[in-house]
C-alpha cells in the first residue's frame, strides 16, 4: 500500500514539475499496462512531458473530437479515465459496470465514446460529459476486443478473437445485425478510408482479410509477418498496414488493389513484443509500440527507417495522438 502511495505521489510531482512545458508538437499518449499510467510524448521534441496514474492495465485510448480529452481504458477492471491534455491531469473515471473488460475504444464525433467490454461480450455506449454509461450492446461472442466505427457514428464492428467472428452493430439503435465468420483468430480491424473494405488481421495464420461492408463478401487474403495483431489505414486510404507481434515488424499492403506490397521489419525481434501502431496526421509517420522494450518506434513510412525510439513507461502499449494543445 506504502509503495502504491510512493508511486502516485512521485507521479503527480512529476506531471506538476512537467506542466510548465509547453510541447513543440503534436503529443503521444502512452497506455503504460505494466504500471498502471499515461505518458504523454512531445513528438516535436521526443521527450516525456509527463506521466500520469490510471486505472488498473490501460491499454487503447482515443482523443475527442476537439482534440482536447483523451480517454484511457482501463483492460484489468471496468472503467475509463479522462484526461485533460494540456494539462496531464485526470478530470474524471467513468464506471462502465456491469460491463468488465474494456479495450478498444473510439470517440465519436456527436460526443459519445462506444468501448469494447471482453469479459461481458458487449460494446458498451458512454456519455463522457455526463460521466455515465447509457447502454450497452450484446454480441454473444467471446473475446470482443477491438472496435472500427465508421466516421458517421452509426456502424461498429468488433473482432472477436476466440470466436473467430466479427460482429456488426448498429450504433443508432442499439442493436447487434450479425455476425461475420472470418476464421481464425480475429483481433486487429480497420476499415478503409472509403469504408467500403473491412480489413482484419488473423494472430494464427499470419494474413489480413479484407470484407465487403455492404455484402460482407471477402474479398481478398494477404499474406502478412507473423502474428498480425494490428491493422491501420493510413489517412490518405493508400495503405493497409499491419503490426506483426511475431515478427518485430510490419507489412504494407495496397488499400486499393489488396496487393502485398512489401515487409518491414522494425526490431525484427518477437520480444519486442511490439502491439499497437498508429499514423501521424499526415500519414508520413508510423508509430509502432513495442511493448517489451518500454519504447515506441517512430518510423517513415516511405523509407522504413526508423527515425527514433521514443520513452514509454512499462509495456507501452495503447496509442494516441492529439494535436499540439494551444
Given amino acids: 500500500m506504502l509503495r502504491h502511495a510512493a508511486l502516485a505521489f512521485s507521479l503527480a510531482a512529476s506531471s506538476i514539475a512537467c506542466a510548465a512545458q509547453s510541447p513543440k508538437g503534436p503529443v503521444l499518449l502512452i497506455g503504460n499496462k505494466g504500471e498502471d499510467t499515461v505518458s504523454f510524448v512531445d513528438l516535436g521534441t521526443g521527450t516525456e512531458l509527463g506521466r500520469s496514474p490510471t486505472g488498473k492495465m490501460p491499454h487503447e485510448i482515443a482523443i475527442s473530437p476537439d482534440g482536447k480529452q483523451a480517454a484511457v ?50 460494446l458498451a455506449v458512454v456519455d463522457p460529459a455526463a460521466g455515465k454509461l447509457l447502454s450497452s450492446i450484446k454480441t454473444d461472442q467471446a473475446g470482443t476486443h477491438m ?18 467472428t466479427v460482429s456488426v452493430l448498429d450504433l443508432n439503435r442499439g442493436k447487434k445485425l450479425r455476425d461475420i465468420t472470418v476464421g481464425g483468430r480475429p483481433e486487429g480491424i480497420a476499415l478503409s478510408r472509403d469504408e467500403l473494405v ?3 488481421g488473423d494472430l494464427e495464420g499470419s494474413r489480413v482479410q479484407a470484407f465487403d461492408t455492404d455484402t460482407f463478401d471477402k474479398l481478398a487474403e494477404v499474406k502478412t509477418g507473423g502474428v498480425p495483431i494490428r491493422v491501420a489505414a493510413s489517412p490518405d486510404g493508400r495503405w493497409i498496414v499491419t503490426s506483426n507481434l511475431g515478427a518485430g515488424g510490419i507489412t504494407v499492403i495496397d488499400a486499393v488493389s489488396r496487393a502485398h506490397v512489401r515487409d518491414v ?32 518506434a517512430e518510423v517513415d513510412l516511405k523509407s522504413g527507417t526508423v527515425l527514433r525510439r521514443l520513452p514509454a513507461g512499462k509495456n507501452g502499449d495503447g496509442l494516441a495522438i492529439a494535436p499540439k494543445p494551444q
Fill in 73 to 122: 481504458v482501463a483492460y484489468g477492471d471496468q472503467t475509463i479515465d479522462l484526461f485533460d491534455i494540456a494539462t496531464r491531469t485526470k478530470l474524471k473515471t467513468i464506471d462502465l459496470a456491469p460491463n468488465e473488460g474494456p479495450h478498444g475504444i473510439a470517440w465519436l464525433r456527436d460526443g459519445r465514446i462506444v468501448v469494447t467490454t471482453e469479459r461481458s461480450q458487449s
Fill in 147 to 164: 472496435v472500427a466505427v465508421t466516421a458517421d457514428g452509426t456502424t461498429a464492428y468488433t473482432s472477436n478473437i476466440p470466436a473467430g
Fill in 265 to 296: 521489419p522494425l526490431s525484427g525481434d518477437e520480444k519486442a513484443g511490439q502491439v499497437t501502431i498508429i499514423f501521424s496526421a499526415d500519414g508520413q509517420r508510423l508509430y509502432a509500440a513495442e511493448t517489451g522494450s518500454n519504447v515506441i
Fill in 198 to 200: 473491412l480489413w482484419v
